[in-house]
């Protein structure tokens, strides 16, 4: 993007002669961010030629004036100040307008329809309770039985019986708080180097006074010209992005949570994570070689990520180069470690090819070793430890193997003073004609306190922060023929539609949302955020907070790891005996190997980032993922597991290929212990279930 267009983007003008002046330098001699503060120091936010001078001069650069006017030491006309009287007089009184979001453009809760209510005095069966989930021992058998000495699963539902809802009344409207003072912290990056000045969101209009908006566009010669945007009558839509739903919380319905401090924090983003692509060395240099170059730097980025996560296992031990294995004595017992290449059964047991930067390595592993079972938990590319011998024929015979895997125990964090809640929901699918509307509205009016009985009252009343784990809309194109079963055929208008409904979502409420693969978002992992230009409906909600998938978000002092999940896919390719319907088991397959996605060329498509953001570098306290549509959790060595579901009923190809989705379900969990505190069910009012 050009000087003037960045300059805009933040407010700030730029006269024709000090562009001529600036832009050569512009990139090479200062960036964006220092024009900015020099010019916010000087108290002007117009840059004319004699700001550019100084600001030049600042930076101890001699003023090249434009060639057509080359006398370079011509003192200064009233001419040359003409643009910017053009400019202020074609302006008006932007002065007073800019900065400001114009108040249309923000969320507004001037119309307050009635709250739909189709659900109101239906039958429900909304049911809450408390998840009993114990640990228990699990001494399995099964082929990975062996070494998950202690989690319990959970597949069923808490359900209290059935309960009549309430018509919602009038009352404050939802929005009307005040701003939440996390706005402040939310570590959105705004794309730019300058100090948080926020700008950068705003729009490109200022208020001329009259009411009418003047936009700034520039001819062909950087000349600053203005027009009135012609108004164009919406087209009348035949579907509805939900601008009607507004939702009134419940008079008199007390949240505990609007009193418990804040206390959150993104600690993993990739949008914070700075790459450094390798350039060509030489003009010649081709495209295809540095995209290889930055394959072999991710990949030494996992091992050496693995490297460091395998030896905190105090049971590994010193591990020694494949280079160095030929020094050993062939009886010495020693550890090696890699990236598997490939894996295969031979007659008498497994036979891996690893490699570890060093060197490419054998290693053998006879069947009778029960520790041989880990085969089949050996996803390709990942890595994986090895304690054995090595023969000295360029093969390595294991006895042990070592997966990557997380501490039996964890450390237990400080209790917190209230009970305070999270929601967990994912591949809600707005837009799709399969998107349970109605379960989500009677959801929001639950928020809202439309509640049953005591126990829902105070689980709404101390729910603080909800997460959204990608596939948030349905998007446009994701697979063949999916056009026919769209209900919102236009991705501004899924996202207008989401932000429509969250914008329910009472203030006090944080709510982090990532993207997945139905967004409108780089498709390779990792996903840093949404594209811009099409999720600005989600920017402008009061307390959402957009995060990349992965992400780690600390709620609390506890860690709760985000991810869609598009890894559960390969696990389900590549480990025997997983399925679609049992996802925290490929959430725990992930785990074990501490990677979202190990599997490289199979169905996730792995971005050429030179580091891999895809390993789960510190174990968390939870680890949330969606994708595959079906509610299920876990827990393992002191990590809750849980897949989140969907908000989509079952699609014409999930009835094709047998994916059975468990829709309209709403995960609570408290904070403090990151665990299941209950299930709240609205599927009874998502159609097609
Ligand atoms: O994924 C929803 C579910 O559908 C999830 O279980 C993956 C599965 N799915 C999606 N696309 C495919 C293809 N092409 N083959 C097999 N299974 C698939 P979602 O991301 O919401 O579409
Ligand atoms: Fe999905
Ligand atoms: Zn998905």
């Not at 900065?99 to 109101?120: I, K, R, W, Y």
């Not at 090895?386 to 895997?405: E, H, T, V």
């Not at 809600?428 to 349970?436: D, E, L, M, P, R």
Request: proline residues 6%.
């Amino acid at each position: 993007m050009g000087l003037i267009e960045e300059l805009m983007k933040n407010n700030y003008l730029i006269t024709p002669s000090a562009f001529y002046l600036l832009n050569e330098y512009y990139g090479e001699r200062f960036n964006l961010g220092q024009l900015i503060k020099f010019a916010k120091s000087k108290g002007t936010f117009i840059i004319d030629s004699k700001l550019a001078e100084d600001f030049l001069s600042s930076l101890g650069l001699q003023v090249k004036l434009p060639l057509e006017d080359s006398t370079p030491s011509r003192p200064k006309t009233e001419a040359d100040d003409r643009p910017e009287i053009a400019l202020s007089e074609v302006l008006g009184g932007f002065e007073s307008g800019i900065n400001e979001l114009s108040e249309d453009e923000s969320f507004g809760t001037e119309t307050a329809p009635e709250v739909a209510s189709q659900s109101s005095h239906e039958e429900s069966s909304i049911s809450t309770g408390e998840a009993v989930l114990t640990e228990t021992l699990k001494a399995s058998s099964g082929q990975t039985g062996a070494e998950e000495p202690n989690f319990s699963e959970g597949g069923s539902f808490i359900s209290t019986g059935e309960v009549e809802l309430g018509e919602s009344e009038g009352g404050p409207e939802v929005g009307s708080g005040e701003a939440p003072s996390e706005e402040v912290q939310a570590p959105v990056s705004n794309g730019l180097n300058v100090e948080s000045n926020g700008y950068a969101d705003s729009e490109e209009y200022y208020e001329n006074g009259n009411g009418v908006k003047p936009k700034m566009v520039y001819g062909d010669y950087g000349i600053p010209i203005a027009y009135v945007e012609e108004e164009v009558p919406e087209e009348e839509k035949s579907y509805s992005v939900y601008s009607d739903v507004v939702i009134k919380p419940k008079e008199g319905f007390s949240y505990r949570a609007r009193d418990i401090k804040d206390d959150w924090k993104v600690v993993f983003d990739v949008k914070n994570v700075k790459f450094e692509v390798p350039k060509a060395k030489n003009a010649a240099g081709k495209e295809g070689e540095i995209i290889v170059k930055v394959y072999s730097n991710y990949f030494k980025s996992r091992l050496r990520k693995m490297k460091r996560i395998i030896r905190e296992n105090p049971e590994v031990g010193g591990i020694i180069d494949i280079a160095k294995l030929s020094y050993v004595q062939t009886d010495e017992d020693v550890t090696i470690l890699g990236l598997v290449n490939s894996k295969r059964e031979t007659k008498k047991g497994y036979m891996f090819e690893i490699e570890d930067g060093t060197g490419i390595m054998k290693v053998f592993i006879n069947r009778n070793n029960e520790e041989s079972k880990k085969f089949f938990q050996i996803m390709p590319d990942s890595v994986v430890a090895f304690r054995g011998r090595y023969s000295g024929r360029n093969i390595f015979f294991a006895d042990k193997i070592f997966l990557p895997d997380v501490p039996k125990f964890k450390r237990k964090k400080p209790p917190l003073e209230e009970k305070v809640y999270a929601i967990l929901l994912s591949d809600i699918h707005v837009g799709s004609n399969k998107f349970c509307e109605k379960a989500f509205e009677r959801f929001l009016e639950w928020l809202n306190g439309e509640v049953n009985n005591r126990k829902e009252e105070e689980l709404v009343s101390r729910v603080k922060y909800m997460i959204l784990a990608g596939d948030v809309v349905d998007g446009i194109g994701i697979y063949p023929g999916q056009y026919n079963e769209l209900a919102i055929p236009d991705i501004f208008d899924q996202y207008e539609a989401l932000a429509n409904l969250l914008r329910n979502v009472p203030d006090h409420i944080t709510t982090f949302i990532g993207p997945g693969n139905h967004d409108a978002a780089r498709t390779a992992l990792p996903q840093p955020g949404f594209y811009e230009e099409y999720a600005r409906p989600l920017r402008k909600l009061k307390n959402a907070v957009i995060i990349s998938n992965p992400a780690v978000v600390r709620l609390h002092g506890r860690d709760f790891l985000i991810a869609h999940g598009r890894g559960i896919e390969d696990v389900v390719n590549f480990i025997p005996n997983r399925s679609h319907h049992r996802p925290a088991e490929a959430m725990l397959d992930l785990l074990k190997l501490r990677h979202l996605a190990p599997t490289f060329g199979e169905k996730v498509p792995i971005a050429p980032d030179p580091e891999d953001t895809l390993v789960i570098e510190s174990v968390p306290d939870l680890f949330q993922s969606g994708h595959v549509h079906v509610m299920e959790y876990k827990i393992y060595n002191g990590v809750f597991l849980i897949n989140t579901g969907t908000w989509q009923a079952q699609t014409e190809f999930q009835k094709m290929v047998n994916i059975v989705p468990t829709p309209a379900r709403v995960p609570i969990i408290d904070v403090e212990t990151a665990r299941l505190r209950a299930v709240v069910r609205f599927d009874q009012f998502c159609e097609g279930v």
